[in-house]
């Protein structure tokens, strides 16, 4: 099984910074894609950004020129570094790992900003 813990959430105020980090279990970490989503109250979980095997990455509209996906496979770790943060980047923060046969999820990290 793999497991995902994510860690870097808290409160920032508006502008600010925060880099996520979601360290991976297991010896397949650099073949697969992974992803950050994103979960607002009342809304729908929705991607935030996605980085291949390869390096290639895409983002939401919403945060594109703000945020940036990352990996380190040594360290079977993939992080977002978040910038010029805004009120409606708030949600809880989870990360993904797409096998071929499964999708596996981290337990989520709260992102808070407000002043």
């Known amino acids: 099984q793999v497991q995902l813990v994510e860690s870097g959430g808290g409160l920032v105020q508006p502008g600010g910074s925060l880099r996520l980090s979601c360290a991976a279990s297991g010896s397949i970490f650099s073949i697969y894609p992974m992803g950050w989503y994103r979960q607002a109250p009342g809304k729908q979980r929705e991607l935030v950004a996605r980085i291949t095997s390869t390096g290639s990455t895409n983002y939401a509209d919403s945060v594109k020129g703000r945020f940036t996906i990352s990996r380190d496979n040594a360290k079977n770790t993939v992080y977002l570094q978040m910038n010029s943060l805004k009120p409606e980047d708030t949600a809880v923060y989870y990360c993904?790992?797409?096998?071929?046969?499964?999708?596996?999820w981290g337990q989520g990290t709260q992102v808070t900003v407000s002043s």
């Open positions: 993904k790992i797409a096998t071929t046969s499964y999708d596996y």
